[in-house]
């Protein structure tokens, strides 16, 4: 455990090979600060490396999943210089993006425990993972718009291959409107939808034992190869899975 100390959040071990990563900020409402930003990197780049852990499963504490970024915590980038500025502004946004990216870029299937508010950068980190449960009180929203900016770590990118609604995906991002979680999972965003947190929970947990019983080789290139076929075509899709088969097909 002395690997998975976060200032955070909180680790656990519900399972053999399966990995609770829960937010911990509750007071903040699992706000996105600095330290979180931070958290999220190092965690799953250690989970990744962890031959302990074959799924995860991703939850957060308190009455509300996340109320997206803390803006009492953001950075001030100050200057005269614009151009000195926006760079600035760059490297830190690109940061938040590789705080996201980690979820999607880890060998391990990633699976998403909605409960109550799930906001702004909420939707960019749901969208990163592989699946996605969510209890009735769960609501969505790209606040975004309603800060006036445009998401910018992912949601834009990701929630309309998610979900292939792409009229539904740019009703929500242009309004910022609250999606209820029945919404949510009529177009996909959300495919399980559980009583209350705790059957949530149990259900993730349940799927987590699952995908943890199966071969890491086959779950970890299984991943891969749905991430990597989703941004190319079926051509490139097979052309790769066919390299990919030849030198990961020599397993136990």
């Known amino acids: 455990m002395g690997k998975y100390k976060f200032e955070t959040l909180s680790i656990s071990f519900p399972s053999e090979y399966v990995i609770n990563v829960q937010l911990n900020r509750a007071a903040k409402l699992n706000a996105f600060n600095t330290a979180l930003w931070r958290d999220m990197k190092e965690c799953f780049t250690v989970i990744k490396d962890d031959s302990n852990v074959r799924a995860v499963i991703l939850s957060a504490a308190g009455k509300h999943f996340t109320a997206g970024i803390d803006l009492n915590d953001f950075p001030r980038v100050e200057g005269y210089d614009g151009a000195r500025t926006a760079h600035r502004l760059r490297a830190i946004i690109r940061s938040m993006q590789e705080s996201i990216n980690v979820v999607e870029t880890c060998d391990k299937p990633v699976i998403a425990?909605?409960?109550?508010?799930?906001?702004?950068?909420?939707?960019?980190?749901?969208?990163?993972?592989?699946?996605?449960?969510?209890?009735?009180?769960?609501?969505?929203?790209?606040?975004?718009?309603?800060?006036?900016?445009?998401?910018?770590?992912?949601?834009?990118?990701?929630?309309?291959?998610?979900?292939?609604?792409?009229?539904?995906?740019?009703?929500?991002?242009?309004?910022?409107?609250?999606?209820?979680?029945?919404?949510?999972?009529?177009?996909?965003?959300?495919?399980?939808?559980?009583?209350?947190?705790?059957?949530?929970?149990?259900?993730?947990?349940?799927?987590?034992?699952?995908?943890?019983?199966?071969?890491?080789?086959?779950?970890?290139?299984?991943?891969?190869?749905?991430?990597?076929?989703?941004?190319?075509?079926?051509?490139?899709?097979?052309?790769?899975?066919?390299?990919?088969s030849q030198a990961m097909t020599n397993t136990q």
Request: aromatic residues 4%; charged residues 20%.
């Open 113 to 244: 425990v909605v409960h109550g508010a799930c906001l702004g950068a909420g939707i960019d980190l749901i969208t990163a993972c592989d699946v996605r449960y969510c209890s009735r009180d769960a609501s969505f929203s790209v606040k975004e718009v309603d800060i006036s900016i445009a998401a910018d770590l992912g949601t834009l990118q990701r929630l309309p291959k998610v979900t292939g609604n792409d009229s539904a995906v740019r009703e929500l991002c242009l309004t910022g409107r609250r999606q209820v979680y029945h919404e949510a999972a009529s177009i996909g965003l959300i495919n399980r939808v559980l009583d209350n947190k705790e059957a949530a929970m149990a259900e993730a947990d349940k799927t987590a034992i699952l995908i943890a019983s199966k071969s890491p080789v086959a779950t970890t290139g299984t991943k891969h190869l749905l991430n990597y076929s989703r941004d190319h075509s079926v051509a490139e899709g097979l052309s790769y899975t066919l390299a990919w």
